[in-house]
């Protein structure tokens, strides 16, 4: 059956440092999405992404934050200057349509950790 | 304002045993779907059932049913015969159209499950 994959499974970084967390979506899947989990927490929304274009993101997605899909299999995103509380498992999601009650699948996430 | 709560941050069952686990939520919305995701460790999150609010009827899938309580806001999962492959994190959520082409998932803070031998 078709999985999503994120990688790397860890990273650790120094504050200000840049980071990208890579994902590859399911192939026939047209939107993508990130969420992060800071421990002990909900996981939060942060970004959906839909024909080469955010469609929607969250107040927690600010400009230290970008998306991109750079080719057609893969699906990045970049924190331009670590913050401590930056520090979360970030998941990436995939789904084929956005109606109602479609189903977003998800990958095994990036645990990131900013010291 | 949409939230979900899972009051058990873990539980434990029995092999062979049932256990419960609890999610309320809190939405204005009329239509909106019911999802529990299980996360075995350093694996995927991955779809157990899905309920549609507008359905009386309760999901099942194999081993694992829901119990969903529209008026009191309350969707809990009951996991019948409980295998050591069950032992995960559990994570709750619903989901509601926002536009046309974003379709906004709500989690809870998720329920580890440890299944004893």
């Known amino acids: 059956e078709p999985e999503v994959t994120q990688t790397p499974s860890h990273q650790v970084t120094q504050m200000g440092q840049e980071v990208i967390l890579r994902c590859v979506p399911i192939s026939n899947h047209l939107y993508f999405y990130w969420y992060r989990q800071i421990l002990g927490q909900k996981v939060e929304f942060l970004v959906s992404f839909y024909n080469n274009e955010i469609s929607e993101k969250s107040e927690i997605f600010d400009d230290q934050f970008s998306v991109e899909r750079p080719d057609g299999s893969n699906f990045t995103l970049k924190i331009r200057s670590t913050k401590l509380e930056d520090s979360a498992m970030y998941f990436c999601?995939?789904?084929?349509?956005?109606?109602?009650?479609?189903?977003?699948?998800f990958g095994p996430g990036t645990r990131l950790l900013v010291l | 304002a949409q939230t979900v709560t899972q009051s058990q941050p873990e539980m434990s069952v029995q092999e062979a045993e049932t256990v419960t686990l609890s999610c309320t939520y809190d939405?204005?919305?009329?239509?909106?779907?019911l999802f529990w995701y299980k996360q075995p460790p350093s694996r995927q999150m991955i779809l157990v059932i899905r309920?549609?609010?507008?359905?009386?009827q309760n999901a099942t899938e194999n081993r694992f049913s829901v119990n969903f309580q529209k008026a009191a806001k309350s969707f809990s999962l009951k996991i019948s015969d409980s295998q050591l492959g069950d032992a995960a994190m559990y994570f709750c959520?619903?989901?509601?159209?926002?536009?046309?082409?974003?379709?906004?998932?709500?989690f809870g803070s998720g329920t580890k499950l440890n299944v004893k031998p």
């Open positions: 309920q549609e609010a507008y359905k009386q």
């Open positions: 999601a995939s789904s084929w349509g956005a109606v109602g009650g479609e189903t977003q699948y």
């Open positions: 939405t204005s919305e009329s239509d909106y779907y």
């Open positions: 959520a619903y989901s509601i159209q926002v536009e046309y082409n974003f379709n906004k998932f709500y």
